[in-house]
T-cell receptor, first 113, second 113 residues
Framework: DAMVIQNPRYQVTQFGKPVTLSCSQT?????MYWYQQKSSQAPKLLFH???????NEADTPDNFQSRRPNTSFCFLDIRSPGLGDAAMYLC????????????FGQGTRLTVV | SQQGEEDPQALSIQEGENATMNCSYK?????LQWYRQNSGRGLVHLIL?????REKHSGRLRVTLDTSKKSSSLLITASRAADTASYFC?????????????FGTGTRLTVIP
C-alpha cells in the first residue's frame, strides 16, 4: 500500500501560470520534505515542515512556497513557473529525531511549456 | 553546499559481479543513508549507518563508513539485472529534530544480463 502519495504523477503547466503539487501520507510522520530533482542530478532539498514549523533552505527561490494544512497533507506551490523549474518534484516524510529513514512518494514530473 | 559526491558517476557490470559505489561528504554527520532510484520513480531507502558504526550488512548490501575520511561505500554482491538503478548516498547532520537529508550526486548502475 502506498504510504506517500503524490498527485498528479505528471503535470504540464504554462510558463508563468501558478501550479500546485500535492502530497499525502498515511504514516503519521511529523516531518514532510519537498525535493526538486532535475535530470541526472541529485535531489535538492527545497524546504521541510517539522510538525507545523516551516523551514526553508537558504537557496530555495521565492517562487516556491509550501503549505501543510494538517499532518497528512503538504502542498508545493510554484507561483510563476519558469522553464528552469521543469523537474521531478519529490515529497518525502520521516519521523522526527534519531536515526530515521525517509519515505518518498513516486514524484510529480513537472513540464513547463 | 552540504551535497556529497559519488563515484563513479556511472558503472556497468555483468550480472553476478559485485558493484562498489563510493560517497564522500563535507560536514560532520549523524548518520549516512543509501537510497535507490529506478528511472522516473521515487527513492527507496536501502540502509542506514550511524556515525559510530564502521560497517553494516543487509542482504547483498554492505556499507562501510569512515568518518575520518568523510567517506562511505556501498557494495552490492552478486548483482542482478534488477539492481539496475541510480544509487544515492544521503547525509543527515542533525542529531535531533528534523532529519534533513542532503543527497550525493548519485551513481547510475547498469547490470547487464
Amino acid at each position: 500500500d502506498a504510504m506517500v502519495i503524490q498527485n498528479p504523477r505528471y503535470q504540464v503547466t504554462q510558463f508563468g501560470k501558478p501550479v500546485t503539487l500535492s502530497c499525502s501520507q498515511t504514516l503519521n510522520h511529523n516531518v514532510m520534505y519537498w525535493y526538486q530533482q532535475k535530470s541526472s542530478q541529485a535531489p535538492k532539498l527545497l524546504f521541510h515542515y517539522y510538525d507545523k514549523d516551516f523551514n526553508n533552505e537558504a537557496d530555495t527561490p521565492d517562487n516556491f512556497q509550501s503549505r501543510r494544512p494538517n499532518t497528512s497533507f503538504c502542498f508545493l506551490d510554484i507561483r510563476s513557473p519558469g522553464l528552469g523549474d521543469a523537474a521531478m518534484y519529490l515529497c518525502a516524510t520521516s519521523r522526527k529525531g534519531g536515526d530515521t529513514e525517509a519515505f518518498f512518494g513516486q514524484g510529480t514530473r513537472l513540464t513547463v511549456v | 553546499s552540504q551535497q556529497g559526491e559519488e563515484d563513479p558517476q556511472a558503472l556497468s557490470i555483468q550480472e553476478g559481479e559485485n558493484a562498489t559505489m563510493n560517497c564522500s561528504y563535507k560536514t560532520s554527520i549523524n548518520n549516512l543513508q543509501w537510497y535507490r532510484q529506478n528511472s522516473g520513480r521515487g527513492l527507496v531507502h536501502l540502509i542506514l549507518i550511524r556515525s559510530n558504526e564502521r560497517e553494516k550488512h543487509s542482504g547483498r548490501l554492505r556499507v562501510t563508513l569512515d568518518t575520518s575520511k568523510k567517506s562511505s561505500s556501498l557494495l552490492i554482491t552478486a548483482s542482478r539485472a534488477a539492481d539496475t538503478a541510480s544509487y544515492f548516498c544521503a547525509t543527515d547532520a542533525h542529531a535531533t529534530g528534523a532529519n534533513n537529508l542532503f543527497f550525493g550526486t548519485g551513481t547510475r548502475l547498469t547490470v547487464i544480463p
